[in-house]
């Protein structure tokens, strides 16, 4: 049985977990990144806003714990957000996304301001420390104002256990590894597992932007799904072991 290294925490991996496993492969987990709350920060008051933008369901999950839904759910502003999962954490809350990119990324959630009224209008961006400027800046240059609200940081973990990983690439025990962020991407590379990795193993990631990210790091990407949700990944990577039998 063929088998798949989760760059993420198995906390975090349920889904894309059980997805591989409906393809008859096997999981093995090696979190790359650590979510660290930030504690520094105070809700802030909803009525100054006209949307709210998350990228990540920790994001969603930090902020609305701290804020008193019982008295905004009923006048929330418009809430963004880049994919499913983080409108699913929104759904938790008992909110919705009143827009979702068709393609999860931060550029085509972008692309789609450019056809609402965002002149004068004020957001809040919440996110973690490593998210990029693409939202905010796109606000920006069409006459909004976004603020920007760091909720937690993405960290590098201290114990990969990485005796373990060696030892799985040295008996041939990952078919392929699916990295789900840059930041996981860039840990991987700094811990020194790329160079210990056979050239046999599959590098997938679950959009562009990490893709991006591992060639970057000079790093040959060979599964990106068409649709970045864990489902489409999960068969994108079933599919291509498939292929090489």
């Not at 496993?21 to 979190?31: D, H, N, S, T």
């Not at 100054?48 to 920790?58: C, D, E, H, K, P």
């Not at 796109?138 to 201290?158: E, Q």
């Amino acid at each position: 049985m063929k088998t798949v290294l989760i760059t993420r925490s198995k906390a975090q991996s349920e889904s894309l977990a059980l997805a591989l496993e409906k393809f008859g492969l096997r999981v093995e987990y090696a979190p790359m990144i650590e979510i660290v709350p930030r504690t520094d920060w105070q809700p802030p008051h909803v009525s100054r806003y006209n949307g709210f933008i998350f990228t990540s369901q920790n994001a969603v999950r930090l902020f609305f714990e701290r804020l008193d839904l019982g008295s905004t759910q009923t006048i929330f502003p418009n809430i963004f957000v880049v994919g499913e999962k983080t409108r699913l954490a929104l759904h938790s809350f008992g909110l919705d996304a009143a827009v979702v990119p068709e393609k999860f990324s931060a550029e085509n959630l972008a692309a789609l301001f450019s056809s609402l009224a965002v002149e004068h209008q004020t957001f809040l961006f919440v996110c973690g420390n490593l998210s990029r400027p693409t939202l905010p800046d796109a606000i920006r240059a069409l006459g909004g104002r976004c603020d920007t609200l760091v909720v937690y940081d993405t960290v590098k973990p201290k114990d990969a256990d990485l005796t373990r990983l060696f030892g799985l690439f040295e008996q041939d025990g990952i078919s392929a590894v699916a990295f789900m962020s840059p930041s996981a991407a860039r840990h991987f590379y700094e811990f020194g597992l790329f160079e210990n990795m056979p050239t046999s193993i599959i590098v997938a990631a679950i959009g562009e932007t990490t893709a991006d990210a591992l060639r970057g790091l000079g790093v040959r990407v060979d599964v990106v799904p068409s649709v970045s949700t864990e489902e489409h990944f999960a068969e994108a990577i079933a599919m291509r072991l498939q292929n090489i039998g």
